[in-house]
């Protein structure tokens, strides 16, 4: 069906050819996966296959045809006995989905009635009867795609090449167009398809003919895609100041417990530990705080109240703040209860408040002193 001997492929103007002495066959019936990463010569393999480019050295026969010795006028017959099937759909806008199929029998000069015929059984195949007259606007992106692959077949082709059918399809449309290409391969048509899906590669166990840097690297028979350790992976990355408010958020906790007539020394320890804990190495650059409203009891009553720390502001200071009003709520809770007259359980606590202006960003919450002409929008 194919067969490449010592195909190397050269470009005008590049220091590296495309392909460099590969060589390969694919039987009648087969389901072949090229893989490998851009740039090592899949989509080449496939414009030599279509005889749309010629090898520079080697030679290539397809479906019994020498294609280096094929004179031009013969390109069109020759291409007739080939589907071909794109990532990028490349349906006639103007023409509706029956009118699409319908156009590669067309120009070959069939006549109405093996259109016709051929055109509803390929649309049957790919699942879209009922769909004729639409339009391709009117579709979704995985039935524009099977309406190329219907044009792709409607010719019974010996041959079928696909080049990333499924780069501008969702997961589980990907899925479908793959089953759809392994059905037109049970019927007997060749197929030769150009991924970077992994995925697919690994679980259909075809054939697998990997390039890299246009060089052929394994030819097996049930293989997978191959090592994708290489390739990078995305780690979360924790957001900047996210430690600085956590320790922000433990220091307001602690505060209501005292509050609440919490054990002034049990408090103050619970938010030395929990602020220093939460804070970041001092390394950490420029940590944002994150806001967040929390109730604060003042004289009685609660507040909600907007804690966010300045961008230039470090981890270690905030921490080092947060202790020092930790233990200045401790003293004088401490100096409260050693005193010789009692106090009433519901005397107002006075709780040290984070001075926002002072962190550079009362503007931004607006927190600072503003006219009630201001105007307020996103950018307040």
Known sequence: MIRFENVTKRYRGTAKPALNDVSFNVDRGDFVFLVGASGSGKSSCLRLIMREDV??????HVLGHDLKRMSSRKVPYFRRQIGSVFQDFRLLSTKTVFQNVAFALQVTGASRALTH??????????????????MP??????EQQRVAIARAIVGDPKLLLADEPTG??????????MRLLARINATGTTVVMATHEAGFVDQMKRRVIELKFGELMRDEAHGGYGDTSAIPRLAPVKARGEASAEALSAMRKVQREVATGASAGATAA???TAATAAVVPAAEPEPQIAEEVIEVVVEGRAEPSVAEAAEAQTADEVAESLTTQADEVAADEEAAQNATSPRPLTRPIVIPEINVAELGVADRLGLSDFDDDDEVGPTS
């Open 55 to 60: 090898a520079s050295s080697g030679q290539i």
């Open 117 to 134: 015929t051929n055109v509803e059984r390929v649309l049957e195949l790919v699942g879209l009867t009922g769909k004729e007259k639409r």
């Open 137 to 142: 606007t009117e579709l979704s992106g995985g």
């Open 168 to 177: 501008n399809l969702d997961p589980a449309t990907s899925t479908e167009i």
């Open 270 to 272: 619970t938010a030395a």
